[in-house]
Each structure stands twice: as structure tokens, then as C-alpha cells.
């Protein structure tokens, strides 16, 4: 839900402003690719071919889907992810599976507590690890990664940067808090713009790496 909403006659002078904002290169290169896309959500035909293209990149993660049809009270229980839900929901949740400790990734919703999705609100929130301020964070870094992912599938990316507020504080801190969370996003090494999920894929492969080398150390 916005906080502010901004009219469409608005909207160029807003988005102006907050690149005016970016004194980071990169954050005005990443801005500039969400900004060319849509403000508005796909429908019809194009929206189950966003939400297919949304699955394709869930898989190559290696996470489950339940298959269709069946009854999830949550997005992500644990063990597979609710595919019967929009594309920006599913690519939102990818980016949550990214962003989690292989310890969180067994959790109802990651541990972060009931989303707007959930059902089973009570089963949520029993699951929660993090603090608040930890869950705010994760969700800022999440719904940021999930943004740059739909701008990089042609997407509507603009219309869920405008959904999540990222415009809110316009004239104070939207522009610091987007730069930081892209550099979250950086140190984490979960970024590519050129195809979504392949620097996950780089940090898992050097992650397995480090683990294999650690073994062997203990094993001498």
C-alpha cells in the first residue's frame, strides 16, 4: 500500500527528484533500469507470463513449489514456496530465500514473522526469529532485490518501487536509504543487472568452496 500516493502528472517531477538524490553512479544506473519500466501492474495473458518468468528464476535458485492448487497458509512454509500468487509476490520471496541463513530458510516465512499474505498469522509469528529492527531491514533489502529482478525480466519494476515506498521521505532520506540498501545488496553479493540470480549462484559456488576447504583443514 502507498503512504503518499503521487499522482501521474506527478510522478516524472517525483522520480526527477529522487535521481536528483543518487549521488551514487551505480544507484542512478540501477535507478534508471527500474525507471524505464511500467508504473503499472501487467494483467491478463502478460501477467502469467511474468509470474511463469518469476518461477523459471525460483527454480534456478533450487527452491520447491507447491504444486498447484494446494492450500498454503503462507507464502513460504519451510520447506516450498506458494506459486499461485502474483509474479512481484514470488520474486519478493526469491529474494527473501537469498537474503536468509540456511537456518531461516526452514522457517514459516523465513522467521521474519506473518507477511500481508499470510493466513496462519499465529504459526507466523511463533516462528519469528529476528528483532524488529533486523526484520525492517531484511524486508528493505528483499523488496529492493526484488525490484532490480523484475526490471531485469522487463517487468513492471517501477510499479513495486512505487507500491513499497521507496519514494517515501522524498525530500529527507529515500535516496540515502536506497543507496544503502543497494549496498547491502552489493556486500551480500546478491546483485547482477545483467541476469537475475547469477551472483547468488557465484556466492553459493565460492560459499561451497569455502566449506569444502574447511573440511579439509579439519581433516589433516
Known sequence: MILTPISREQLGHALDRFTAGLGDPFARVVFRRI?????DRATGAEAQQHRHAALSLARAFGIAIHPEGTQCPYNWDGMALNGATEAYVILHEVAHFALASPERRRLIDFGLG?????????SA???????????????AAASLLGIVWEAALGQPALASFLDQNWLEGLDRSAACHFIAMLGTLRRRRLLSLASPGRSYKAQAARDRQADRARSAVRDC
Open 35 to 39: 525507471r524505464a519500466t511500467s508504473p
Open 114 to 122: 506473518p507477511g500481508p499474505d499470510t493466513i496462519d498469522r499465529v
Open 125 to 139: 509469528d511463533s516462528a519469528a526469529v529476528l528483532s524488529p529492527l533486523a526484520r525492517e531491514e531484511d524486508e
